[in-house]
């Protein structure tokens, strides 16, 4: 499958299976992606060009004050009221950006704002995964408060989707956990990555296998996928 994470994506040795799953709900929405499409909370962009080969344009929303690099085309805080006019976008995209938000539920109606009826959000939250960009961690969200949350912002259609099962979820956690023992000086830590490789490659294999052995996966899954529409204007 070819990779739309692009040349500032995370993906890692360690890692990759999650960015394999994302890519496949990505491109799994295609259809969604349409005219202007906003990112909220865009960081480097990672899929601009994936999304342009679907929508009319891409705009991208972050704070530029952010622990990471950002490529946005319009600095904003998502806590706060966008600067941006109401009913502008076609689809409105979110990747990893709620959980880092202290008032999520002022982005979903900034975002339900801001759509133009009839337009698409698509989103990704994480559930059983680990602290980071800390302090700027606050929520995780179960499948219930997400369509909850949505449903208040204004959004029908809710849909939420699990990433994975338990094992990919395990796996990965396990990788990042082993990741943060490799200490000391380069070569010690160098000799400890090469030992580990074969671990991180296996489980990375072999988890989406053992998934189907998981009859739940909303229960111990890595994150969710949602989307959710604008209602039409009566």
């Given at each position: 499958?070819?990779?739309?994470?692009?040349?500032?994506?995370?993906?890692?040795?360690?890692?990759w299976?999650?960015?394999d799953?994302?890519?496949?709900?990505?491109?799994?929405?295609?259809?969604?992606?349409?005219g202007?499409?906003?990112?909220?909370?865009?960081g480097?962009?990672?899929?601009?060009?994936?999304?342009?080969?679907?929508?009319?344009?891409?705009?991208?929303?972050?704070?530029?004050?952010?622990?990471?690099n950002?490529?946005?085309?319009?600095?904003?805080?998502?806590?706060?009221?966008?600067?941006?006019?109401?009913?502008?976008a076609?689809?409105?995209?979110?990747?990893?950006?709620?959980?880092?938000?202290?008032?999520?539920?002022?982005?979903l109606?900034?975002?339900?704002?801001?759509?133009?009826?009839?337009?698409n959000?698509?989103?990704?939250?994480?559930?059983?995964?680990?602290?980071h960009?800390?302090?700027y961690?606050?929520?995780?969200?179960?499948p219930?408060?997400?369509?909850?949350?949505l449903e208040?912002?204004?959004?029908?259609?809710?849909?939420v989707?699990?990433?994975?099962g338990?094992?990919?979820?395990?796996?990965?956690?396990?990788?990042?956990?082993?990741?943060?023992l490799?200490?000391?000086?380069?070569?010690?830590?160098?000799?400890?990555?090469?030992?580990l490789?074969?671990?991180?490659?296996?489980?990375?294999?072999?988890?989406?296998?053992l998934?189907?052995?998981d009859s739940?996966?909303s229960?111990?899954?890595?994150?969710?996928?949602?989307?959710?529409?604008k209602?039409?204007?009566?």
């Amino acid at each position: 499958m070819k990779k739309i994470s692009g040349k500032h994506s995370n993906r890692r040795i360690y890692n990759w299976l999650a960015y394999d799953i994302g890519d496949r709900f990505l491109k799994k929405h295609t259809d969604k992606y349409k005219g202007q499409l906003y990112d909220l909370g865009c960081g480097e962009a990672p899929h601009k060009e994936f999304f342009l080969g679907y929508a009319e344009s891409y705009i991208g929303v972050d704070w530029t004050g952010s622990y990471h690099n950002t490529h946005a085309d319009i600095s904003a805080d998502l806590n706060l009221e966008l600067p941006i006019d109401s009913e502008v976008a076609d689809t409105v995209i979110s990747m990893s950006v709620m959980e880092h938000l202290r008032e999520p539920q002022i982005m979903l109606n900034e975002a339900n704002r801001i759509l133009k009826p009839g337009g698409n959000i698509v989103m990704q939250v994480p559930w059983q995964w680990w602290l980071h960009e800390v302090p700027y961690d606050f929520f995780r969200y179960t499948p219930y408060g997400l369509e909850y949350m949505l449903e208040k912002a204004g959004f029908t259609d809710v849909a939420v989707e699990p990433q994975s099962g338990f094992f990919s979820m395990w796996f990965l956690k396990f990788n990042y956990f082993s990741l943060r023992l490799l200490r000391g000086p380069r070569l010690v830590k160098a000799i400890l990555a090469v030992a580990l490789l074969p671990f991180w490659s296996l489980g990375q294999l072999i988890a989406p296998y053992l998934d189907k052995l998981d009859s739940n996966w909303s229960a111990e899954t890595l994150g969710y996928f949602v989307t959710a529409k604008k209602p039409l204007a009566k």
